[in-house]
């Protein structure tokens, strides 16, 4: 189970100098407005990732005068330390160097909700193939390969495209197809196990108890147009060939698992008319199966959500809170502090944050 047991903070946007020993179950950050609590979120979120979910201009990490920023954590039983600057990136792992970020992600999974990095429902479809390829890529660590060696493909046919030349472009096709129908598989057999996962008495309870009594849908897109099969590596490929002029005249290729989305439908209406706090709570909905299907599979993964009462009531809020509390895992959550949330004392650990420190309550 993966579990933060200390983590120390240095020099990380406004946070100069913070140790923490948290909760196993829930930890929760109270404070105002630009006082650090996104900056805590985005510090551990950068322990799981070796990068932020914000930016990737480092120069709005690191404090003002100084020249890096370092963190460390004991997860586990392991020793993980992060220290970046502008020049040098330097991640261990029980003091001994790793080169691959893929090494921190399965040490150190990491589930976040955030208006920053916005809700899949009603999200971009970038974000909503990010959900379900983190799924896919814990609960099949092999697929990582797949879809490194199709941006390699994707790359070397857009820059044939742009660059006019199309004596490469059948095999690079071919390749295409081949990595795409593997994407597509592991997308399709995952949404069926999410769908599983959504009709599950304490997700379907939980739905109830959000006053969402509506019929819920969710369709994926793979990328193609309708005619093609996704899972049909000859009708992907045909496809491609019959296409090439068109893709060479937007010197790119538009259509792919690069192009994939999922499509939200909450009584007969499409996402674009639920209210935010409707996004937000089936966004939760849609994160916390996910959690369970990774508990399943034995991937406990830490859940980070900013800001967890805004756009909700206070019914709602602490029905999110039980909820997190049910999945097993280990949550860090910050809130504004403008609504009482009610907690199981003895597992929660609370905490005031301004101005970059953090104080346990």
């Not at 208006?115 to 970038?126: E, L, M, Q, W």
């Not at 309870?205 to 969710?218: Q, V, Y």
């Amino acid at each position: 189970m993966a579990t933060i047991k200390k983590i120390h903070i240095l020099q990380f946007r406004n946070i100069k100098d913070q140790y923490i020993k948290p909760n196993k179950d829930i930890n929760i950050f109270v404070g105002g407005n630009a006082q650090g609590k996104t900056n805590l979120i985005e510090a551990i979120y950068f322990l799981g990732h070796n990068r932020s979910f914000k930016t990737k201009n480092l120069k709005g990490l690191i404090p003002f005068n100084k020249k890096n920023i370092k963190i460390s954590a004991e997860v586990d039983n392991s020793q993980v330390i992060l220290e970046r600057s502008k020049n040098n990136n330097n991640a261990t792992v029980n003091k001994q160097k790793i080169n691959n970020n893929s090494t921190l992600t399965h040490l150190l999974p990491i589930q976040i909700i955030s208006p920053d990095k916005g809700f899949i429902v009603g999200g971009a479809p970038k974000l909503k193939r990010s959900y379900l390829d983190w799924g896919v890529f814990h609960m099949e660590p092999t697929m990582l390969q797949t879809y490194k060696s199709f941006s390699r493909a994707l790359k070397n046919i857009n820059t044939l495209f742009s660059g006019g030349d199309n004596s490469q472009l059948d095999y690079w096709f071919f390749e295409l197809a081949t990595l795409s129908v593997e994407i597509s598989l592991a997308r399709t057999n995952y949404i069926e196990r999410l769908s599983k996962k959504i009709e599950r008495p304490f997700l379907f309870k939980t739905n109830k108890s959000f006053n969402l009594n509506k019929p819920l849908s969710f369709l994926f897109n793979s990328g193609w147009t309708k005619d093609v099969n996704s899972l049909d590596q000859e009708m992907v490929y045909g496809f491609l060939k019959k296409n090439t002029n068109s893709f060479a005249k937007v010197k790119h290729l538009n259509y792919g698992p690069h192009k994939a989305t999922i499509d939200f439908i909450l009584d007969n209406q499409t996402e674009s008319y639920f209210s935010r706090g409707e996004q937000k709570i089936l966004s939760i909905m849609f994160w916390a199966a996910q959690v369970l299907m990774l508990t399943d599979a034995g991937v406990f993964p830490v859940v980070l959500i900013d800001d967890v009462s805004s756009e909700l009531d206070k019914q709602k809020t602490n029905l999110v809170l039980d909820c997190l509390l049910d999945l097993g895992v280990q949550v860090f959550l910050t809130d504004i502090g403008k609504k009482t949330l009610i907690v199981d004392k003895k597992k929660t650990n609370s905490y005031k944050i301004k101005g970059g420190l953090i104080k346990e309550l």
